[in-house]
């Protein structure tokens, strides 16, 4: 492990986050609110803390990083981008305790939309712009942003790419993966730019149409209002904001593919033609459960019912109803998608559609053995065969995701968290989701969960943004050994 390699990398992170803290200072300036100055305060310590930290690991231009660097600076970057981008909120007195800034920091990072925030709409807006911009930064993920820029310094980045792209493996448009970043980053921007526009025409004002794109292609879920999108009460805009939080959803490597010509490319993937077939079954469901029940016409019932499927299912975690209120088979459908979650490749987080599939494939597979235990039966996704390591790591993960899920939530009732609360909080941070049931329901927040549980689920939070592995085996002694 080339440690001063690894923190030279992380430094480059930190000074881009020092830059990007720029954009929300000159909105500050614009509002002339009380964000400049802690905005300002920030950027003074972030950036010479970058520069220093630069200098002094400066070493001989690298083109091979290791497996292991890369998850060392995948995770660290993550983790110093949540403790720097925490400042603005330390500095602004927004919260009481750092933790809480650290909280709302890393929950915008990792996309998972969890606020402690209790009064929105009295923030500044400087403040509230940089709450919005760490989800789209964290959405694409930064670590992606710096493999786009880190070949002109002379570092290599596939090890980087492996780590932080969500996906059993990673889909490579281009030979250079820098040229593949690229890719993804022009696509995103792409399909932002187009939700702002819709969102302005709708008449929703540019700061919230912003501050809402910026929390739609990231999957992340912060709003600007106290009510998030229940506040405008718009069927335009639940319609607006379900479009792009499905396109989100989907593989970006497919939408790539489609602006290059290619309109089948989203039938044609079975994960894609999965991944939106559970959203229509899912939603037919629960509208249909809802009707009658908690809304009258089968109209409202099918426009918050897809809106909160598609929600949950992408974990972009908005609301539009308190479905605490609905029937219990809508609660538990919506509990369910937040372990299923969206595509691999995409911005959304969970177990991933595709991890589903083969588990699905596998167990048929078995059983199929039990029948013909003589047959030789290969597990294929697409028409190809999925190889046997990769097999393994998906049902590794699972078996993963499930334990730590166990454990955190056996941990979080320990401090004194009630039954649903502490189930649903863990499948809710380490979904990257953002609301659960209980004291963190869709009408709450995570204020109210004790201090240990708060860095637990930040915790939960990191594993679920960084795909597990990639902050489980910083735990494990072989990986510190030479």
Not at 273 to 279: I, S
Not at 281 to 299: A, D, K, M
Not at 390 to 418: E, H, K, N, P, Q
Request: hydrophobic letters at 50%.
């Amino acid at each position: 492990m080339r440690w001063r390699y690894t923190l030279n990398v992380v430094s480059i992170i930190i000074l881009f986050l020092g830059l990007a803290m720029v954009l929300p200072l000159l909105t500050g300036l614009y509002y002339s609110d009380q964000s400049v100055l802690p905005l300002l305060k920030s950027i003074g310590l972030t950036l010479p803390f970058g520069l220093l930290s630069y200098f002094i690991s400066r070493s001989p231009k690298t083109e091979y990083v290791s497996s292991r660097e890369g998850m060392a600076i995948v995770a660290f970057g993550w983790t110093f981008a949540g403790l720097f981008g925490a400042l603005p909120f330390y500095f602004g007195d927004i919260f009481p305790t750092f933790t809480d800034c650290f909280f709302e920091s890393a929950s915008g990072f990792t996309t998972t939309g969890a606020s402690v925030m209790t009064n929105i709409e009295a923030v500044p807006k400087g403040l509230l712009f940089w709450r919005s911009f760490i989800q789209w930064l964290g959405g694409m993920g930064i670590i992606v942003l710096s493999v786009a820029i880190l070949p002109f310094l002379g570092v290599g980045g596939m090890q980087l790419y492996k780590a932080e792209v969500p996906s059993p493996v990673p889909d490579k448009l281009k030979p250079r993966v820098s040229d593949t970043a690229k890719l993804l980053w022009k696509v995103y921007l792409l399909i932002s730019f187009v939700e702002f526009l819709l969102l302005m025409i709708g008449g929703m004002g540019a700061f919230d149409a912003i501050c809402h794109t910026f929390t739609t292609m990231p999957t992340g879920g912060f709003s600007t209002k106290n009510a998030s999108l229940a506040h405008y009460d718009s069927v335009y805009f639940d319609m607006v904001v379900v479009i792009f939080m499905l396109l989100a959803g989907i593989n970006f490597s497919l939408h790539f593919q489609m602006l290059r010509g290619k309109p089948l490319a989203l039938w044609r993937d079975s994960e894609c033609r999965f991944f939106l077939g559970l959203v229509l079954i899912l939603t037919i469901l629960v509208s249909f459960n809802i009707y009658g029940s908690v809304y009258e016409s089968i109209g409202q019932a099918f426009r918050y019912g897809s809106f909160q499927v598609v929600s949950i299912l992408t974990t972009t975690g908005y609301a539009t109803a308190d479905y605490e209120k609905w029937p219990a088979m809508s609660q538990v459908i919506i509990l369910l998608c937040m372990y299923i979650g969206a595509s691999a490749g995409s911005t959304g987080g969970g177990m991933k559609c595709i991890r589903i599939m083969l588990c699905f494939k596998y167990c048929y597979k078995e059983l199929f053995s039990l029948i013909h235990p003589h047959a030789v039966t290969t597990i294929k996704i697409g028409g190809k065969s999925v190889p046997e390591d990769v097999m393994r790591s998906i049902l590794g993960f699972l078996a993963l995701y499930t334990g730590l899920f166990a454990v955190c939530s056996v941990a979080l009732a320990g401090m004194g968290v009630d039954f649903i609360t502490s189930l649903t909080a863990v499948a809710s941070a380490i979904g990257n989701v953002g609301p659960g049931f209980g004291l963190v329901g869709p009408v709450d927040n995570y204020a109210q969960i004790p201090i240990l549980g708060k860095w637990l689920l930040i915790w939960c939070m990191f594993l679920g943004r960084l795909e597990i592995y990639t902050v489980i085996i910083l735990l494990v002694p072989e990986f510190w050994r030479k």
